[in-house]
């Protein structure tokens, strides 16, 4: 198994167990900050917080302020670009239609477990600690870094999407008849968006990570989160230092502009290619750790469970799976006799989408859509079809299905689990002619 890859589930559990072992250490040859080049960078209002060597990570000031709408999100959602889950908010497919390759701002899906804090960025600092840094305990002192350090380190901008794990798990009932728990999504909690930031690599450097370190715990400053009546604490969720140290991002800007409130403001993860959990908004600190690390979300939930599964479910989910959507409303109306040059998107965080079939006849027969443009590695193609309509009225399935570099292509069916995650089987998109 190649140490770097740190894709698969299997990989991701190996690595977390097998911690130095498995990954080699990543940072040889690199310099490692001096304690005077760690203050120099938290210079300013940092610094005192620097050396107060609190280990506890207490909470920034963060403020729950009233968002602007009852689901706590803050932007508009203005029902012709987003379906609302309480405090979701699902992109409408047909939003798509007409835009260029990035999901814009106003119409990209926002998933929270709570509500979008209103965090101050002159005050907000990130903040590392733990036993994967220099410095063993209690010695060891947080490492501070405000908005303006982040600033001021080299930037690099990627494309990525962002997916939530249970993208499309609406159609584990609507499509398959099953049972699952969590938001029914359908196909809109994807988006994609170029990332302004500093790598979480850089950052974990200056930080003086150690060799024996082989877990993050990244944490959001959004409120804790109460699952049917218990508290879990704040969203977090731990990160492979390998998977870190490869292709992670701290964001401060999405699609040009500073990340807006529902998408992380002032600083994120961006976990290229992984589930859309695995980038933590508005971050507050990172524990390090030379110890592999747990939280709910990586025990209790974005693991699989059900039949087929042990008892503690699945190992935790990394990458997401290949999928298809058409830039058409759920249940288009269309005219019949006539040629509709059908458009939609597919993505998989296995890499790039090598070619998409369509089916307009239920799955019977399949053609090639034209891909256009090149994909970003790490973004979605775009593709078109055209659909000769059929010159009689009534019910029609669409059906997309697209394979990836990898050889992974959509199936008829998605596995069950009792989470409904991961459903990547064929999407019947209905459409009506008149
Ligand atoms: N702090 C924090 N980070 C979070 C979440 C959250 O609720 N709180 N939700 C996660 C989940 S489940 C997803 S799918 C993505 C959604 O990112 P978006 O809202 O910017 O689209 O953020 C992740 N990061
Ligand atoms: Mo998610």
Redesign the pocket.
């Known amino acids: 198994m190649n140490p770097d890859d740190l894709t698969g589930e299997t990989a991701y559990e190996t690595a977390r167990e097998l911690g130095r072992a498995n990954a080699r250490d990543p940072l040889q040859g690199l310099r490692r900050p001096s304690r005077r080049g760690l203050l120099r960078l938290s210079a300013g209002a940092g610094l005192g917080a620097a050396l107060a060597g609190t280990a506890a990570a207490p909470r920034a000031a963060a403020s729950t302020g009233p968002a602007a709408t009852a689901a706590g999100i803050v932007k508009p959602l203005p029902p012709e670009l987003f379906v609302q889950h309480g405090t979701?908010a699902e992109t409408r497919w047909e939003a798509m239609r007409g835009q260029g390759y990035l999901t814009r701002a106003d119409r990209?899906?926002?998933?929270?477990?709570?509500s979008t804090p209103l965090i101050d960025a002159r005050t907000w600092r990130l903040r590392l600690w733990g036993t994967g840094l220099h410095g063993a305990p209690p010695e060891a002192r947080p490492v501070e870094f405000s908005y303006e350090d982040l600033l001021g380190m080299r930037a690099e901008t990627i494309t990525a999407f962002?997916?939530?794990?249970?993208?499309g798990r609406g159609f584990y009932t609507s499509q398959q008849g099953q049972k699952v728990s969590g938001t029914p999504w359908r196909l809109g909690?994807v988006?994609v968006a170029h990332w302004r930031g500093v790598r979480l690599a850089s950052v974990l450097e200056r930080a003086g990570l150690t060799r024996e370190a082989v877990d993050l715990l990244p944490?959001?400053?959004?409120d804790e989160?109460i699952d049917r009546g218990e508290n879990l604490g704040?969203?977090?969720r731990p990160l492979p230092v390998a998977k870190a140290l490869k292709d992670v991002l701290l964001a401060y800007e999405m699609n040009g502009a500073p990340l807006p409130p529902?998408?992380?403001y002032p600083v994120?993860?961006v976990v290229p290619s992984w589930?859309?959990?695995?980038?933590?908004?508005?971050?507050g600190d990172i524990q390090v750790s030379d110890q592999p690390l747990y939280s709910p979300w990586n025990t209790r939930f974005y693991r699989l469970f059900g039949p087929g599964h042990p008892p503690e479910g699945s190992a935790p989910l990394t990458r997401m799976n290949v999928k298809s959507a058409f830039e058409l409303p759920w249940d288009a109306t269309l005219t019949r006799g006539r040629t509709h040059v059908l458009h939609g998107r597919s993505w998989s965080g296995n890499g790039r989408v090598r070619h998409v079939s369509i089916s307009t006849d239920g799955g019977a027969t399949w053609h090639r859509a034209r891909i256009h443009g090149a994909d970003a590695p790490g973004g979605w193609v775009r593709w078109e079809y055209p659909w000769r309509c059929p010159g009689t009225t009534g019910r029609y399935e669409l059906l997309a299905r697209a394979t990836d570099e990898t050889g992974a292509t959509q199936p008829d069916t998605a596995p069950y689990n009792t989470f409904g995650y991961l459903f990547g089987a064929v999407v019947r998109h209905p459409v009506t002619l008149v």
């Open positions: 979701n990209f899906f926002v998933r929270n477990h709570v962002i997916e939530c794990t249970g993208n909690a988006g944490r959001g400053l959004d989160y704040r969203v977090r529902d998408h992380g994120r993860l589930v859309g959990i695995a980038s933590i908004k508005w971050l």
